[in-house]
């Protein structure tokens, strides 16, 4: 089997797991959500461009999951103050706790999903990945 058709197999089946595995969290929490929050979970208060960039997806898809999760009262928008038209988003006190509530289910499933997979071989299949993908954008100035 070629390469891209058992990276496209394995990215539908770890989705589809970790889509299960946020089930139980209790919150109607999409993959798509998931990776909002868990981006700010490790950097809050990313402009919505910064977040677009760290979780791969457009302007017009980001702000429709932004808004979601608004509408959810899990972040929030704040203007950044030297340029009113940047927004900054930001978790809330109820999305901190969400974040803090998933992650175990998340570390958890991502666990048994590579259960037995030698440490080597996951430090290798993770090199491989980020060598297909490539280096990382540059930080942004507005990177807090």
Known sequence: ???????????????????????????SITVETWTVLAALGEVDGLTQIELGERVDKSRH???????RLE?????????????????????TAD???LHRRLVPLVERYLRAAFAGVSAADYAGFIHCLQHIIGPPAPESEDTP
């Open 95 to 97: 999305g901190r706790r």
């Open 61 to 67: 898809h980001l702000s429709r999951l932004v808004s």
């Open 71 to 91: 509408a959810e009262g899990l972040v929030g928008r704040v203007a950044v103050a030297r340029d009113k038209r940047l927004k900054r988003v930001v978790l």
């Open 1 to 27: 089997m070629s390469p891209g058709r058992l990276l496209s197999k394995a990215h539908h089946r770890l989705r589809a797991g970790l889509a299960d595995a946020l089930a139980t969290g209790g919150r």
